[in-house]
């Protein structure tokens, strides 16, 4: 592998547009894979010679990669997929911040020493054989791609095997401890996928699974990879086969939703790009998963891997899909450009967010979410049948429009882009630009716009504090008590309430002034309560609109905690 020529990647002017305006054909697809795929090598190279003389009880990691290399001459695809794993990645990116001394973990000899599991599981797929000392963990050897397996009375704690490969098979041995013998399935494992008798001490991979015209899809559902979680290692957490077939479940219903927006637009997303979904928190099926997505996550370093809490609903895992792969492909985008200046400086407004940003984390957010707009674009499309489907998916698209431009602008303005980082936001704008020209049901228009309202308000509340006697508030100043905050509207205003009780429910279904009325209520006992205070300040505008209602809405911090209606 490292003795190809190295090719120059200069993305095609096409490809770039297409992803600039947030969707991207197969072809650009492919492109981000094939540059992401140079990147992998190029760190593999960095581990090489950082760690060529760190001292190890396990097989050097020279010694690993000549395995791995026998292995991709003879089965180049599956030894490629492996090593461009998200997990794989999420490794290669910890131990090289080892490396440098900024992360901590096991011994580092076991981190590093874990591209001798990578070359047990490359020999076994390609059938080769391989004589190795590899590092366990607590008696466990995760192979990636493939499983994990278990020495039975391994002692506890980091410690060293012999493993041995011959024609697709395994002997793992160590110490006192009994050995164990394996011949783990090389082809995707639906289902289950459980410890059997036949083969105890080793669980294999899960995988969610499609058939499609073209060919079976296997995407992984890693519940055993120390290195699934994007970040620091963490043990197997097996998920239970009722929770496991749950996920099945949703994935082919989510898959079917994406397939139905068809085209490579903004927010369509093929499932079958995706390389890995790793099930966040919950191993079991009950109690019922929430309905809406509480975790998901994504990282720069696991191209196509995507950290995610089950939702009980196809479509909330189908908008999850689309939202973390837009994160995947302006990592990659990232890592072949200089799209911005940024000074980390954490003092922007994103309207998902609890917390001032940064501009990079402002473009991800930017870029997500222009996606997220085009998956319920697509969804109203497609449900001029059901109103109340309908109008569902008319709140989300045009909220989430609403707010991705008012990023897109920030960005614009910003004076830190640079010229493919203003190529890029400029599609982007040009996209929600479209889209917000795009008739929507006024009711769910309405909705959107005051859910925005009240989170921008909320968030200034909480985060911006006011200015200084005689001073102004720009620069902002942010409040020394500024914490997390729960976003309770954004989802709550997606359907009008039959019924209206709370203050909320009557700004949510078109009266301000029920909802004025019920906010001063609360606010008589608890004054300076943000979240009652935003949606005082929304509802006043509605029901009094003018300068003072604008004047409110734009720098609510400023206002004295005592009103009235």
């Known amino acids: 592998m490292t003795s190809e020529r190295p090719a120059p990647l200069r993305m095609p002017d096409a490809l770039f547009a297409e992803l600039a305006a947030g969707g991207g054909s197969a072809a650009a697809v492919a492109f981000l894979e094939r540059a992401e795929r140079a990147r992998r090598l190029l760190l593999l190279r960095t581990l090489l010679d950082r760690a060529a003389h760190l001292p190890t009880p396990a097989t050097s990691v020279a010694g690993a990669w000549r395995i791995v290399k026998e292995a991709a001459a003879r089965a180049p695809g599956p030894v490629d997929r492996l090593l461009l794993a998200p997990a794989t990645g999420g490794w290669l990116a910890h131990v090289l911040r080892r490396l440098h001394g900024t992360a901590s973990g096991p011994p580092l000899w076991a981190e590093a020493g874990h591209l001798g599991a990578l070359a047990v599981s490359a ?10 000392r590899v590092p366990l963990t607590d008696g466990r050897l995760p192979l990636p791609g493939l499983g994990l397996a278990r020495l039975p009375g391994a002692a506890p704690g980091p410690a060293v095997a012999r493993a041995v490969t011959r024609a697709g098979e395994l002997t793992l041995t160590a110490g006192d401890a009994s050995a164990l013998t394996i011949r783990p399935a090389t082809e995707a494992v639906a289902g289950p996928a459980r410890e059997t008798p036949a083969q105890p001490g080793w669980l294999p991979l899960r995988t969610l699974t499609l058939d499609r015209p073209a060919g079976p899809v296997a995407v992984p559902l890693d519940d055993l990879d120390p290195y699934r979680d994007l970040d620091d290692p963490l043990p197997p957490a097996r998920l239970e086969d009722a929770e496991a077939r749950a996920w099945q479940r949703l994935f082919e219903e989510a898959a079917a939703v994406l397939d139905a927006s068809g085209g490579p637009g903004p927010g369509r997303t093929d499932a079958a790009l995706i390389r890995s979904v790793v099930p966040y928190g919950r191993t079991a099926a009950t109690p019922p998963a929430p309905p809406a997505v509480r975790v998901s996550a994504s990282s720069g ?36 450009f200089p799209l911005l200046d940024d000074d980390r400086e954490e003092r922007y407004y994103a309207p998902w967010r609890a917390d001032p940003r940064h501009l990079t984390g402002l473009l991800h957010g930017a870029y997500a979410f222009t996606g997220v707009a085009g998956f319920w674009r697509d969804r109203l499309a497609g449900a001029r049948d059901d109103d109340r489907a309908a109008d569902t998916a008319a709140y989300h698209f045009a909220l989430r429009r609403l707010q991705s431009r008012l990023v897109v602008r920030t960005l614009l303005t910003s004076g830190r882009l640079t010229v493919q980082g203003r190529a890029l936001v400029t599609g982007l704008a040009a996209t929600l630009d479209g889209w917000l020209r795009e008739p929507v049901p006024a009711a769910a228009l309405a909705r959107a716009r005051t ?3 009240l989170h921008r308000t909320e968030w200034r509340l909480r985060n911006v504090a006011a200015p200084a006697p005689g001073g102004t508030s720009d620069p902002l100043r942010f409040r020394a008590d500024r914490a997390f905050w729960p976003d309770l509207r954004t989802h709550a205003f997606a359907t009008v309430p039959a019924l209206p009780r709370t203050p909320d429910e009557h700004l949510a279904a078109g009266d301000p002034a029920a909802a004025l009325t019920g906010y001063t209520e609360v606010l008589t006992a608890r004054p300076a309560e943000p979240h009652t205070l935003a949606g005082w300040i929304v ?15 734009a720098r609510p911090e400023e206002l004295q905690p005592q009103p009235t209606a």
């Open 451 to 453: 859910a925005a309202l």
């Open 539 to 553: 509802a006043r505008a509605g029901a009094h609109p003018g300068r003072t209602a604008r004047r409110l809405l």
């Open 123 to 132: 020999s076994l797929l390609a059938g080769t054989e391989a004589d190795l």
């Open 301 to 336: 370093d696991s191209y196509g891997g995507m950290v995610i809490s089950r939702p009980s609903s196809a479509l909330a895992l189908a908008e999850t899909l689309v939202h973390e792969f837009q994160h995947s492909k302006l990592a990659a985008l990232l890592h072949l």
